[in-house]
């Protein structure tokens, strides 16, 4: 097996350093009330905070890349009033879960969550994906169907090619991620990128810089894999998305996806999640119960 593919910090000391920035942060920004639950997979242990109500289909949460749980600190409160909350630390992801097994593709990806998910005994969830962790909650419905309820879609990858324009906005925003507080929160606004404001991710984002990830890059979904996606689907697309052009991704999904809901919230970018966290919390809550009404 090799270990250029497994994603790792570069060092023991990094690691370290990582983890007692997570812990503090997760201190002062989680809910006190949760559950830290070290789940076995097939490509390593996962870490999940259990949080919110004791029954009901839960929230499962899926961060972008270079995420983890802690980047839905402004949501999970109000959601863990409505149901269940599982915020996960992606296997591959700087966090506090590790990798000792390539992923390689899709299909990969969605056993993994699979693996999670019936560890924990989640039979039913309404999955939560932003950005990659939505390309995960959609390759997970794919691949191994049954368990998601709903799916819900912040500014979702898999949706075309990923393009220099949106790498150099993921540059930018790293390079002015080192810069002194309030220069960041300027190119906060130039960049069109609100996690530039939030002190406590960007945080860190600052030790998640010993930390190498090694996942694959989400090919574009095909007409007839989003087709073959009958579960609910909401998607909320940033306006100003920097990934692709959000009306033309809403109109696909309207197209080939009768059943699904796609919004396109203005002003926002490719950061809506932090962009507009009242949003996508009143948002999530109401997809979620009115899926249950139908159902």
């Known amino acids: 097996m090799t270990t250029e593919r ?4 570069t060092s023991d000391k990094a690691r370290t350093k990582f983890l007692a920035a997570y812990t ?27 949080t919110g109500r004791p029954d009901g289909v839960p929230f499962v949460l899926l961060p972008g890349a270079g995420g983890n749980a802690l980047g ?25 879960s590790t990798q000792d097994a390539p992923i390689a593709d899709g299909r990969d990806t969605a056993r993994w969550l699979d693996e999670v998910l019936a560890a924990l005994n989640v039979d039913r969830a309404h999955l939560v994906g932003c950005s990659y962790g939505g390309w995960t909650a959609l390759q997970h419905q794919l691949h191994t169907p049954g368990r998601a309820a709903t799916i819900t879609l912040l500014d979702p990858a898999g949706f075309g090619r990923i393009t220099k324009r949106f790498l150099l906005w ?14 960041r929160h300027r190119a906060a606004r130039w960049l069109r990128n609100a996690t ?31 087709r073959e996606l009958a579960v609910p689907v909401l998607a909320l697309l940033g306006g100003r998305s920097q990934m692709y052009d959000a009306a033309q991704v809403a109109a696909r999904i309207r197209t080939l996806m009768p059943t699904a809901h796609a919004e396109v919230v203005p002003d926002a970018g490719h950061d809506l999640q932090v962009h507009s966290p009242d949003l996508v919390t009143d948002r999530t809550i109401s997809f979620a119960a009115r899926a249950e009404a139908v159902a």
């Open 24 to 50: 503090r942060t997760l201190d002062r920004v989680w809910p006190a009330d949760h559950r830290s639950i070290d789940v076995p997979t097939s490509f390593g242990t996962t870490r999940v905070f259990r």
């Open 196 to 226: 530039l404001l939030d002190d406590d991710l960007m945080g860190m984002a600052l030790v998640s810089a010993g930390f190498r990830r090694r996942l694959p890059t989400p090919p574009p979904l095909t007409d007839d894999e989003l």
């Open 72 to 96: 839905w600190h402004r949501h999970v409160t109000r959601w863990g009033l409505a149901r269940p909350v599982f915020a996960i630390d992606p296997v591959g992801e700087p966090g506090c």
């Open 6 to 9: 497994i994603s790792a910090f």
């Open 170 to 183: 993921v540059i930018l925003g790293g390079l002015a991620g080192l810069t002194p507080r309030p220069l």
